[in-house]
């Protein structure tokens, strides 16, 4: 089957109302859509329409604004699917993707098996307050950035690669120091990855409608920002349904990632078999009002927690740096079942936090909730 990334480039960015057919299309080089026309792209339906992508060129269908501020031009996507072809490579850093982009709606899409890398040779050196993350006997390469560092069940954003021992996180490290730790460095895998940038600006005032995602690492990755202003915000997810099922439960899987400089985000889509349900990093006045749930065998921890720890899970995981940059957020699910916390924060991530686990089964989880570590 030919290569349609490139008529597919031309077509889009044409702008207007495109609609594809059904059946399936080759994308492995990717498709790059910077109109300022504004889009209308729709398949015939979810299951009938499938671009099918093996990461040549690590995404699969981008929306990327050029210009120096976000675009107002409108994008709207619909009735079809992207899947990652790649397998255990994890080739596809993201399926679906929109830099700097204001009013988009995407419904009726699924995005899957986008699996992801995991990098966990050598060691590492974290110390509590600081940026800076130290490896050794690592061999870390560019492409492992955006994405997260995984230490004993936690995670935190990684914003670079500095060098091959070396990696910068967008938040200081909030857990205890740790010399030459075990670790978990993982990248890729998005299916739906938002961004802003701190130079051009937001990605913001969308709707997202009936996504789903299956086998991915990350199934919404709101990328943060180590500094600036500029990320992603007024975004509200509806329905659908993210995670794994049988024969997919990825390690350190996410169901939806909010980073630093994220705002006023709602998540309401259920989540089935991932380690973390939603995580909040440095971002401000987010809802998470969704269903998550686990069920054994329960997804994989790396590194060292191995696949039976269910403590090691968290239902929602807040985290802040300074009062100023992680408040007012609501966290009020509908259901927190079989994951090792239900709900857990840490102090500097307190500011107004309002927190009601009392929807969450108490017999399903090992905690309810914990409280500022």
Known sequence: MSDQSAALTVLLNQGGKVVLPAGIQTIDQGVIVSTSKGLNLSGQSMSTTILECNGSAGFALWFKNVLATQADVGIDISDLTIRDTSG???????????????????????LSNAKGRHYSFGAVTVTQGSTQVQGFNTNWSGNMAPGHLWIAGYPQEVAAITAIDKLTLCTPWQRGSGVKVPYSLDSGGAGLLLEGTSVGGCTQY????????????????????????????????????????????????????????????????????????????????????????????????????????????????????????????????????????????????????????????????????????
């Open 88 to 110: 255990t490579a994890g080739a596809c850093d993201s399926l679906l993707r929109i830099t700097q982009f204001n009013d988009f709606n995407v419904s009726r899409v699924n």
């Open 206 to 373: 969308g709707t997202v409608d009936d996504l789903k995602g299956f086998g991915n690492r990350v199934g919404v990755f709101c990328q943060g920002r180590p500094s600036g202003g500029a990320g992603v915000s007024a975004v509200q997810f509806r329905g659908g349904r993210m995670g794994g099922f049988g024969g997919i439960r990825l390690a350190n899987s996410i169901g939806a990632w909010f980073g630093s400089h994220s705002d006023t985000c709602q998540w309401d889509v259920p989540v089935n078999n991932v380690v973390l349900g939603a995580g909040i990093e440095d971002g401000h006045q987010h809802t998470i009002i969704n269903r998550a749930e686990n069920d054994p065998p329960y997804c994989p921890v790396f590194p060292g927690d191995g696949s039976a720890t269910q403590a090691a899970t968290k239902g929602v995981l807040v985290i802040g740096s300074a009062t100023g940059k992680c408040f007012a957020n609501y966290i009020f699910p509908q259901s927190v079942y079989g994951f090792g916390n239900g709900v857990e924060w840490n102090n500097l991530a307190a500011a107004d936090l309002t927190v009601d686990a009392s929807r969450s089964p108490a017999f399903g989880n090992i905690n309810r909730t914990v409280g500022p570590l």
